[in-house]
């Protein structure tokens, strides 16, 4: 500072005129701060006390307002566990088969891919996985697993984020080409890895993976690019490019996930990086065929034990088809399904192997009786004037258990048959050589919601059963009785008729097949001309008696099936009690697959007290409340501003809520940080930015509803 007292440019600080906004904290000072939500929790246990629940006792949320017994919220949890472990060993068993064959293509690839017969070019191998992204790594993953298997060498998996510039792709792959798996040791522990670096060169020179091949005699090194459509084109042909000039040193195999085409992913390499190469191109199977195969296990399979309703199995196969989700995404749909029954139905007790009556609570028989299958069920028994039994059912709790026991027994063989059933008809459609235009998933919706049984899809397959030929009826007889149990009925009438078939085909000295008299090649149509008029008639031909007698048998076929569709083809929801072994809930799934993030914080902050479930931030004909959270405060007023806020106008609105009358309920010092955090929290949400135009101004950047 000068002796006239004016500051110098050396004593000038720029920061003394700086605008600075103290924050008081809202704990008084001297007591202690509440504790950061990242850091550790502590559990506080009292001496000589043990906590109530460990890590592995946790279960369900009790049910019945709460009164439900912990015994039974640990027997729903446990049979969730149990049911769906089983179903996703069958559907990972089921995925591995799928995949089966492109691995084994794709190893037996590896295994004969020599140099010589390339001619000196990169062995490559383009494994068109399909759209579905999300499987190309467990399908990589499988593929890696039997290279490294019965290739003496290294399977390296690069990704996109693992390559995004030249050098460090090549040390992803020189560190991963040169790690060297142990076997496991006698206790079962996890491999143990060992880097094997070279001291002289770079962690990205290939001369460190060519010391590693020559010393460990690897006969195949192989680079699958897992997601080649994500990769920087010149990045990539750079990178084939230096890898062809090291193949006489090391020898390298190629391959590539393409979720595209061939032709889009040549497009993408310059013509020196396609010189490179040779090799094959594997087609996996569509995702809708794999899809196809994965519901029919999961919900027709033998280890099915929750079924799912017309209305959410259409909204899950609409969703994979619509938005090409994977198969990954459908099994975890499955799985928030089996948990979402267990977790609200109290009643999926019931769905545990053993249960006993003691262990029940009164709450349960009440919420049986108030099914609506139940009350079904009582109408039935009184129309058959049981009306003794419909009495103890409604009086009696031990009565109503020892029924629903039986029939959850009886309304699982009946979804059973129901499956059964699909599987027969899709068989017979099969047998006429109908265009299968009509999946097996499509049959499972319409059979649940009830729309199978006399459909046009029964009707026309039991017409075509009438007019078929005595070649076709076997066929269909033994696509029948392949898919039908030797329990049932319908099977004994079948084979009944198929053995009287063999024995009128034994006896028929004819070459030509047998044909029914419904066949509408034996009818004839009669022109007669009366009085200048044309009169049209049909006539049948005169049939021989083996076609009459085949006739006959085939008018037999034809009542056995419609029966046997019939009977089987019920609505399941008719059946008591189809709520424990069905869920069909629509809303918890949408809600957690089909999240609207932005809907719900428009609705948070315009209706705070829809979500807080308190009367006290309701204002006056449901408008602005001072007791309401500041940031809905601010966005309130913030929608009935225009594309330009004026900040200073803002907070002028904001202070006169929030303060009150002569700022009687809150401090003009206390408001302003107020309004400084929730602006700050709608700038953060992407609502306000500041403007260029206006220093004191702000741009408005979402609109309610658009």
Not at 81 to 105: C, F, G, H, P
Request: hydrophobic share 35%.
């Amino acid at each position: 500072m000068s002796i006239k007292g004016e500051l110098s440019k050396e004593d000038h600080d720029y920061g003394d005129h700086k605008a600075c906004h103290l924050f008081v904290p809202e704990t008084p000072i001297g007591t202690s701060e509440p504790r950061s939500s990242k850091r550790r929790k502590l559990t506080k246990t009292a001496p000589g006390r043990t906590p109530s629940k460990s890590a592995g006792e946790l279960t369900f949320q009790l049910l019945f307002g709460g009164k439900e017994k912990p015994e039974l919220a640990r027997h729903r949890y446990e049979t969730y566990k149990k049911l769906w472990t089983q179903q996703e060993r069958s559907i990972e068993s089921l995925l591995a088969r799928i995949n089966a064959k492109i691995v084994d293509s794709a190893a037996k690839f590896v295994d004969h891919a020599a140099i010589e017969e390339y001619n000196g070019k990169l062995p490559t191998g383009l494994i068109v996985a399909g759209p579905d992204i999300a499987s190309h790594g467990s399908l990589f993953e499988q593929i890696a697993a039997r290279i490294r298997g019965e290739c003496n060498g290294p399977a390296i998996i690069i990704t996109a984020g693992e390559a995004p510039n030249l050098k460090t792709a090549l040390k992803n792959i020189i560190k991963k080409g040169t790690i060297r798996s142990h076997a496991l040791d006698d206790e079962g522990g996890e491999k143990e890895y060992t880097l094997q670096k070279a001291a002289r060169n770079p962690n990205y020179d290939l001369q460190v993976l060519h010391d590693h091949v020559r010393k460990h005699k690897v006969r195949k090194v192989v680079i699958a690019f897992q997601d080649s459509e994500a990769f920087d084109g010149s990045l990539l042909a750079d990178l084939i490019t230096l890898l062809s000039s090291w193949l006489n040193r090391i020898p390298f195999v190629l391959m590539f996930g393409i979720a595209t085409s061939e032709e889009i992913f040549h497009d993408k390499l310059s013509r020196a990086a396609i010189r490179c190469m040779r090799g094959e191109m594997f087609d996996v199977d569509r995702i809708e065929e794999c899809l196809e195969q994965v519901f029919n296990q999961a919900l027709m399979g033998p280890e099915t034990a929750l079924w799912l309703g017309p209305k959410l199995s259409s909204m899950l196969l609409q969703r994979q088809r619509d938005d090409v989700q994977s198969i990954q995404a459908f099994v975890k749909s499955l799985k928030y399904a089996y948990m979402s029954h267990f977790y609200a139905n109290p009643l999926s007790v019931f769905m545990a192997d053993e249960i006993e009556f003691g262990l029940l609570q009164p709450e349960h028989f009440e919420a049986l009786r108030n099914l609506s299958s139940f009350r079904s069920y009582a109408e039935e028994l009184l129309h058959d004037r049981k009306s003794d039994l419909v009495r103890s059912l409604l009086d009696d709790d031990e009565v109503l258990f020892a029924a629903m026991i039986r029939q959850v027994h009886l309304c699982r063989q009946k979804m059973l048959q129901l499956l059964e059933t699909l599987a027969v008809i899709n068989s017979i459609r099969s047998c006429f050589g109908i265009r299968n235009d009509l999946s097996r998933s499509d049959l499972y919706i319409q059979a649940v919601a009830g729309e199978l049984n006399g459909s046009v899809i029964v009707r026309d397959l039991l017409l075509l059963v009438r007019k078929a030929s005595s070649d076709t009826i076997t066929r269909v007889l033994d696509a029948a009785i392949s898919h039908l149990t030797s329990t049932a009925p319908v099977v004994e009438e079948l084979c009944k008729s198929k053995q009287e078939l063999v024995k009128l085909l034994e006896s028929s000295k004819r070459d030509r097949p047998l044909r029914s008299e419904h066949n509408i090649r034996n009818e004839t149509i009669r022109t007669t001309i009366i009085a200048q008029k044309v009169e049209l008639s049909k006539h049948k031909s005169s049939l021989s008696g083996q076609d009459v007698a085949y006739s006959r048998l085939v008018d037999r076929i034809h009542s056995t099936l419609e029966s046997y569709f019939s009977e089987t083809l019920s609505c399941p929801g008719d059946h008591f009690p189809h709520e424990i072994l069905s869920y069909d809930h629509k809303s918890p799934y949408k809600e957690v697959f089909t999240p609207k993030p932005r809907l719900a914080i428009e609705r948070s902050l315009s209706t705070p007290y829809d979500y807080l479930g308190c009367n006290c931030c309701i204002g006056e004909e449901g408008g602005l409340s001072s007791t309401q959270p500041t940031t809905a405060i601010l966005y309130q007023l913030y929608l009935e501003t225009g594309s330009l806020i004026n900040v200073s106008d803002l907070w002028s609105a904001f202070y006169a809520i929030v303060g009150g009358e002569d700022g009687e309920d809150c401090s003009e010092r206390e408001a302003m940080v107020l309004f400084y955090r929730a602006l700050a929290e709608l700038k953060y949400m992407g609502m306000v930015k500041y403007s260029r135009k206006k220093t004191d101004h702000l741009m408005k950047l979402a609109w309610k509803g658009l």
